[in-house]
């Protein structure tokens, strides 16, 4: 089994900053992909950062320059940072990983339980 867990979500002023960070625990052999994504109410969920490993970090249009990912593949976590935030920002936001739990397994798609983050003044 694996798991995804959240934290550093809550309710933030406009302008202001949050952190959210992802740990990856279980039956881990190899993390392709960890990133985030995020679903806003009445709206699809969509990705918001995706870093593959020893790739690049993308990022959704609306937040670049505001939202910073990274990964710590010693550790099998991934942060975001959130800067200068927007009440459009308010969603819930998901952890996501691809990853494999053996050598001859196929890539399977895990997600956090999901964080809130609410921006409003």
């Known amino acids: 089994q694996v798991q995804l867990v959240e934290s550093g979500g809550g309710l933030v002023q406009p302008g202001g900053s949050l952190r959210l960070s992802c740990a990856a625990s279980g039956n881990i052999f190899i993390i392709s992909v960890m990133g985030w994504y995020r679903q806003a109410p009445g709206k699809q969920r969509e990705l918001v950062a995706s870093?593959?490993?020893?790739?690049?970090?993308n990022y959704v249009d609306s937040v670049k320059g505001r939202f910073t990912s990274s990964r710590d593949n010693t550790k099998n976590t991934v942060t975001l940072q959130m800067n200068s935030l927007k009440p459009a920002h308010t969603a819930v936001y998901y952890c996501h990983a691809l990853l494999n739990s053996g050598r001859m397994l196929p890539s399977v798609a895990y997600w956090g339980q999901g964080t809130q983050v609410t921006v409003s003044a």
């Open positions: 870093i593959p490993t020893g790739g690049s970090t």
